[in-house]
T-cell receptor, first 111, second 115 residues
């Protein structure tokens, strides 16, 4: 089945530094969703990207969908301790109604 | 996310026993899902249901069973055939089962530990 590669697996930053996680697919995606899971918590939906080259912003978070719709990124500007957690990308599995979750990028922020 | 409840929060099971995890939603969603999460891993789909009285296997269905007798409820049974059941189990729902287009709402999860 379709798989997505999410990098890096772990990222440690100092508070105030920027952070980026990348999601790469070998196949063209119809859309992609991003979720955040706080430590000990459950995934919470952040955003969905649909259009080629789409860029969406949520305060300090910037989401991008590649022109070829094979990759996506999430960038956090000036991280805060509240950003701690694991960020997952989740595109649909080709030809099905299911989502495929990447392994996630675990972000830790040192105050 | 307060519309989905899972119980219990922690569950201990002896080897060889079946155990059932509860998932209830009051969001009036048609579709419900069960995922398994292992440490440092993403979510893997166990079973999903797009409508009452119908469900499909996900990527790792072996050793698990489900039922969908009511729209609000989608219990998961972890059977003794599941060789490594210790994990974090997450239930989710979405409005109509078009998972590739819809937000999924997750419950708080159940941590299962086999003793």
């Amino acid at each position: 089945g379709q798989q997505v590669m999410q990098i890096p697996q772990y990222q440690h930053v100092q508070e105030g530094e920027d952070f980026t996680t990348y999601c790469n697919s070998s196949t063209t995606l119809s859309n992609i969703q991003w979720y955040k899971q706080r430590p000990g918590g459950h995934p919470v939906f952040l955003i969905q990207l649909v259009k080629s080259g789409e860029v969406k912003k949520q305060k300090r978070l910037t989401f991008q969908f590649g022109e070829a719709k094979k990759n996506s990124s999430l960038h956090i500007t000036a991280t805060q301790t509240t950003d701690v957690g694991t960020y997952f990308c989740a595109p649909p599995q080709g030809g099905s109604e299911k989502l495929v979750f990447g392994k996630g990028t675990k972000l830790t922020v040192n105050p | 996310d307060g519309g989905i409840t899972q119980s219990p929060k922690y569950l201990f099971r002896k080897e060889g026993q079946n155990v059932t995890l509860s998932c209830e939603q009051n969001l009036n969603h048609d579709a419900m899902y069960w995922y398994r999460q292992d440490p440092g891993q993403g979510l893997r789909l166990i079973y999903y249901s797009q409508i009452v009285n119908d469900f499909q296997k996900g990527d790792i269905a072996e050793g698990y069973s489900v039922s969908r007798e009511k729209k609000e409820s989608f219990p998961l049974t972890v059977t003794s055939a599941q060789k490594n059941p210790t994990a974090f189990y997450l239930c989710a729902s979405s409005m109509s089962g078009l998972a590739d287009q819809e937000t999924q709402y997750f419950g708080p999860g159940t941590r299962l530990l086999v003793l």
